[in-house]
């Protein structure tokens, strides 16, 4: 079996994931810095994959870890060994930690949140719309990423001026060019971060989910600070990260597919379609690493052999023939049944998927009402991803605004 070494600079997406998809349902990758593992490429063994026992996110599973192969400056080792939260573990350990979350997260609860987020992204399109007339504006700097990130902050009861510690620290813990010998110094102060914000809210406590998680822990859920401080860590990361995304890549879509662009806004399709369409065709999270093998598995003609290590593609999936026909490739918000598994498929199944949703769902209708004329400011082919293997992230997506509607040209 050949192996592709994924490009940390993430130069060319799209023809690094049919290159995985040509490989087969199992391919031998190379992560950035050497590190050995497979990637499932193909929709129904990710589906099967993801819900088999023998799967597990156990790290001490994993050979190369046993062996002492991961240096603890691997840039990755952030996502790899995040730490004990519902992230890392399986079975009743994961159902407990999992549970207050989901709890918080359900589509009924997320519905409440409707009202805020809204007028949190009003607020976003005023300042947008008082910037100077004809300049171009990066509308992930300005639009995309304030929204999640207010939103999840709140959520969780985080500090805005928490804000741009917690931007600076993201961007070296997902990016795959951090220097080695910077990563455990991110490492321990992202945990220090996170540790003064459960002291904080344990000390007084709010209407917000850290809180929560605090007071199960004294009720008798037995949660420990380390699962606490872990736990938020993950929920910001994830919880704002792949809605930056959604709504940066939903923008490129249909700038780049102006006949869709078109019906979409004259009410011919509607924006669920484009939602679930580009979770699909350019999904916000391109690999997630890592799970790890208790015992030979088959997958399709192909062994994962036991103790290795196993990342799930969620780029080369979402473009399968096998699974969505010879329009794979192709974006079409009409698609239907688009059962794809951009928000992962099984126990470990992304809890944020319904207020992600929800988000992108309030804030792009909104976006393109307010600046129906907007357009890209550079060719999309000048758009350039940022050296995150996890994520499918642009380092700017700059936008023409036009008028805003109602206002005179």
Not at 40 to 54: I, P
Not at 376 to 384: C, D, K, N
Request: include cysteine.
């Amino acid at each position: 079996m050949t192996r592709i070494a994924l490009d940390p600079f993430v130069t060319d997406l799209d023809g690094e994931s049919a290159a995985l998809r040509a490989a087969g349902p199992l391919a031998e990758v190379e992560l950035p810095g050497g590190v050995h593992v497979y990637a499932v490429t193909r929709h129904a063994e990710a589906r099967a994959l993801l819900t088999d026992s023998r799967v597990v996110k156990d790290i001490n599973v994993w050979g190369a870890w046993q062996r002492g192969e991961i240096p603890m400056d691997w840039p990755l080792i952030g996502l790899a060994n995040p730490g004990r939260s519902m992230l890392t573990v399986d079975g009743a350990d994961h159902r407990r930690l999992r549970t207050l979350v989901a709890q918080a997260l359900t589509v009924k609860r997320v519905e409440r949140l409707r009202a805020g987020i809204e007028a949190l992204t009003n607020a976003s399109l005023e300042k947008l719309a008082a910037l100077p007339a004809g300049q171009p504006v990066d509308l992930k700097a300005e639009f995309a990423y304030p929204l999640p990130m207010n939103v999840i902050s709140e959520l969780m009861g985080v500090d805005a001026a928490d804000h741009p510690r917690l931007k600076e620290l993201f961007e070296k813990f997902f990016s795959t060019q951090t220097p080695p010998e910077e990563v455990p110094q991110m490492m321990a102060d992202l945990g220090a971060l996170f540790t003064k914000i459960v002291d904080a809210k344990r000390a007084n406590p709010g209407d917000d989910l850290t809180s929560a998680l605090i007071a199960a822990s004294e009720d008798g859920d037995h949660l420990t600070d380390e699962e606490i401080v872990n736990t938020l860590q993950l929920i910001i990361a994830a919880g704002h990260e792949t809605t930056i995304s959604l709504i940066v890549n939903v923008v490129e879509a249909l700038q780049t597919h102006p006949e869709q662009r078109k019906q979409v806004l004259n009410g011919e399709i509607g924006w669920d379609g484009v939602i679930e369409e580009t979770l699909r065709w350019n999904t916000p999270t391109s690999h997630v690493l890592i799970r790890f093998a208790t015992e030979d598995i088959e997958v399709g003609d192909r062994i994962l052999p036991k103790g290795e290590g196993l990342i799930i593609s969620f780029g080369a999936l979402g473009r399968d023939e096998e699974a969505y026909g010879p329009t794979a490739g192709e974006f079409d918000a009409t698609r239907t049944p688009n059962r794809h598994i951009a928000f992962g498929h099984g126990p470990h199944v992304c809890p944020g998927a319904a207020l992600s949703r929800l988000e992108a769902g309030i804030a792009l209708p909104a976006l393109y009402e307010r600046f129906p004329e907007l357009k890209l400011a550079v060719p999309a082919s000048e758009l350039r991803n940022k050296p995150i293997v996890t994520q499918n992230d642009l380092y700017e997506l700059p936008v023409e605004l036009g008028c805003p509607f109602g206002h005179d040209a």
